[in-house]
């Protein structure tokens, strides 16, 4: 297998040699990948709704397990092989839906640690 196109820059196939012997990956993989990126999909969403109720006050610790699992979801997909263009352009977009948002919650993050921004605790009680 050629690793140069050729215009002299290196391939990037995600498949492996084995893989393109057999005409693709099988279907079981690609049906998990498929799986992934429906899971990963509206997890981003409630990753940010929880980022934005810890940052409200609502929620008393910041959601870092729940963002753990998806990074570590996110991981996975980038070291799989993507089998055809329109899986490459679906995970390019859910990664940069991934990385847009990351910012935004390292930021917050940030700006609570410094004290740029004041968390509320809700109204208060009368004990």
């Known amino acids: 297998m050629n690793n140069y196109r050729k215009d002299g820059k290196p391939r990037y196939d995600d498949l492996d040699e084995n893989e393109e012997a057999q005409g693709g990956p099988s279907e079981d993989y690609v049906a998990k990948m498929n799986e992934l990126m429906n899971r990963a999909e509206p ?12 940052a409200a006050g609502v929620e008393i610790r910041p959601p870092t397990e ?14 799989m092989a993507k089998p055809t263009p329109a899986y490459r352009f679906r995970f390019q977009n859910l990664q940069s839906t991934y990385n847009t948002y990351k910012r935004k919650w390292e930021k917050l993050l940030q700006d609570i640690e410094s004290g740029k921004i004041k968390r509320f605790a809700g109204p208060k009680r009368n004990r």
């Open 66 to 79: 729940r963002f753990n699992q998806l990074e570590q979801m996110m991981l996975t997909l980038t070291m």
């Open 43 to 54: 997890m981003i969403l409630s990753v940010n709704s929880s980022f934005n109720m810890y």
